[in-house]
Structure formats: structure tokens, C-alpha cells
């Protein structure tokens, strides 16, 4: 079968030139047609694909559409039975592309196959695999919860696909006849969450989401630090969480979600300024940026917080499949550039 690789950049020129070698290097058997598809970053990604990688498909679009919608557009173009969306910073280990497209072929039932990623310096990455979004999960949500459901239910380390609620957008493998028939990603999430929408409608076909650990992805932004507050993802994440509720279980369910998030921000801040006398050094660090974050947060829950993505999310501006369909016309309700 044919496949089509969509990859989507923001200002991520060095690690696509990364990410196209591991392609190159690993999927020249299988002669992928590749998309990629800047959103509005106009960081010198188009010039460096015409000079290395001639054979890409490269698409400019003049705004910041987000990860979704410009996966999307990416879409539009792709020409593969089976389409692959992969993150710019990610790169691929020999065969992993294979064993993805064997997983996804031999799996019974299978809709969608994601892969095991590992962090830069090849440790498990823990959020390749998701369950499906709840307020009960997303509250109680932590590095430690992770590692401990890892530990008691988390898949082996190789060996045979497993089903799985959701794989992390990083790295999706599916039937391009799959993602037409479920829309694509849904046009309301800016960032963050589309992924596990993808999967939930994926999932309503009556498909089943894999988990292949023999297909290996470095994954390099999968990780955080934790001595540095970022206010985007901080607020977005829970904005799109926020958005998958609404969409898939009622504005009741969401409002739910806000007050457990609300109310887990309370409780980790009062957690962590009990601790704060006690850390030193990187700990200490680490334990303010704590602070700042679940303060950010409980100000979300209260309506305090927010993003201009609210009025983009009410635009909609969803982009369709097809030529001449592909909404690259100016949005005047587009984040502007330099929001990531």
C-alpha cells in the first residue's frame, strides 16, 4: 500500500531537516510521499526543503492554523492509501515505519496504530499512550500517577501490538480512507487534545487503537522542564481538555472538569508550599514553577485565565478535504504567528 507522511512545522526547521533524514534513511524500501506543511512560521522551512529534500511536498500557509488544521491541509494533498502524521521533532528508528504499517494491517480491527516513543535520551516516553480524557483523570494527572500505571498495566516493551484507548499525536498511523470518514481533526482545538478527539472518533467507527512496541520514535519535545513556567501550554492544555469535554460529553461533563481542575490546583498548591521550606537547590527551583503552574490553573478553573483561542475556536473555519477546499484564505479569526 501507498503512504503519505504529513508533518506539520512551527519554527522547527532544524528538527524537520532531522526528522526528514530519519525518513530518508529508514523508509526509502517503502517510497513515501511526504507532505510538510509550515503554519505561518515562514522560518526559512520551505528554502531548506528545495536545497535537501527536493522530493518533499512542501505547503506554506500564511497563518498559524494550529496542529490540527494544518495536519489537515497536509491531508489535502497526501496521495497514499495509508497516511502517517508525524511531529517534526521526532525521529525514526530502522523499521519502525514497517512496523507500524504491519500492526496496522495484521491487528484485528485495527482503525489507528501509534508508536513507542522515547524521550532524547532513549528513556520511555509516558505519555505515548493516553487513556481517553475524564475530569476524574485529568485531575488527578502527574508524572507519578503515569509512572505507577506504567508499572501495573502499561504495555511490554516489545512484543505484539496491544489495543489502547489513545496514542500521542506524535506519531499516527491510519487508513487515509479512516481519517476522511472521520472528518480529520476536529477544527476547535487550536492545540493540544486533537489527538485524543482523533482517536475517540476513530474509535466510534468501531476500529480499535494499537500500540506497537516494536515500531521505536524519538520523540525529543515529549519531555518538560521543570524549572521554567510556560503559561501556553499550561493554560492551553487544559483549555483543549475543556473543549473534549464540551464536544464529546456535554457542557455538564465540562463544567465538571473545571471544578475538579479547580479543585486540584488548590490542593497540589497547598501540597507543594507545605514542601517548599524543605527543597534545595534545582528541587526548590522546580517546586516555584509548581506553584506558578496550579496557581495558573485554579485561575483557569475560575474563568481568569484564558487565551485568545476562544474566539478562534468560535470561527471554526474547519479545512476541508479536497483541491481548492484546503482554507488558506486569510482567517480574521487566526491566532496571530508567534503564539507557540
Not at 500517577?145 to 496514542?167: I, L, T
Not at 498548591?269 to 524543605?278: D, E, K, N, R, T
Not at 495558573?296 to 474566539?311: I, M, N, P, Q
Request: aromatic fraction near 10%.
Amino acid at each position: 500500500m501507498n503512504l503519505s507522511i504529513v508533518i506539520v512545522n512551527w519554527n522547527s526547521k532544524d528538527y524537520v531537516r532531522e526528522c526528514l533524514a530519519s525518513v530518508r534513511a529508514t523508509c526509502s524500501a517503502l517510497a513515501p510521499q511526504v507532505v510538510v506543511v509550515d503554519g505561518g512560521s515562514f522560518d526559512g522551512c520551505g528554502e531548506m526543503l528545495a536545497a535537501e529534500f527536493p522530493e518533499v511536498d512542501f505547503v506554506q500557509s500564511p497563518d498559524n492554523l494550529g496542529f490540527g488544521r494544518s495536519n489537515n491541509l497536509g491531508f489535502s494533498r497526501a496521495t497514499g492509501d495509508l497516511v502517517l502524521l508525524l511531529n517534526p521533532d521526532t525521529v525514526l528508528h530502522a523499521g519502525a515505519v514497517r512496523g507500524l504499517i504491519d500492526a496496522l494491517e495484521s491487528s484485528p480491527g485495527a482503525g489507528m496504530v501509534g508508536a513507542h516513543l522515547l524521550n532524547t535520551d532513549g528513556t520511555l516516553q509516558l505519555f505515548g499512550i493516553h487513556l481517553l480524557p475524564t475530569p476524574w483523570n485529568c485531575a488527578v494527572d502527574s508524572d507519578p500517577v503515569r509512572r505507577r500505571w506504567w508499572k501495573q498495566h502499561g504495555p511490554a516493551d516489545e512484543g505484539a501490538p496491544v489495543v489502547v484507548e489513545a496514542v500521542s499525536g506524535a506519531c499516527m498511523l491510519m487508513r487515509s480512507e479512516t481519517f476522511r470518514r472521520v472528518g480529520g481533526f476536529s477544527p476547535q482545538y487550536f492545540m493540544y487534545g486533537e489527538d485524543m478527539d482523533l482517536c475517540k472518533k476513530v474509535s466510534s467507527l468501531g476500529l480499535k487503537i494499537y500500540y506497537a512496541p516494536d515500531a521505536r520514535v524519538i520523540h525529543h519535545g515529549g519531555g518538560s522542564s521543570r524549572n521554567e513556567f510556560n503559561r501556553f501550554p499550561t493554560i492551553m492544555i487544559r483549555e483543549a481538555h475543556w473543549v473534549y469535554m464540551r464536544l464529546n460529553h456535554g457542557l455538564g461533563t465540562a463544567l465538571f472538569y473545571r471544578f475538579l481542575m479547580g479543585a486540584s490546583a488548590v490542593a497540589r498548591c497547598a501540597i507543594v508550599a507545605a514542601l517548599l521550606p524543605l527543597r534545595r537547590g534545582e528541587r526548590r527551583s522546580a517546586a516555584r514553577v509548581a506553584l506558578l503552574k496550579w496557581a495558573a490553573v485554579f485561575r483557569w478553573s475560575l474563568g481568569l485565565e484564558s487565551w485568545a483561542a476562544d474566539k478562534f475556536r468560535e470561527c471554526g473555519h474547519p479545512v476541508a478535504f479536497g483541491a481548492g477546499a484546503c482554507g488558506l484564505d486569510a482567517l480574521p479569526c487566526a491566532p496571530p504567528r508567534g503564539v507557540c
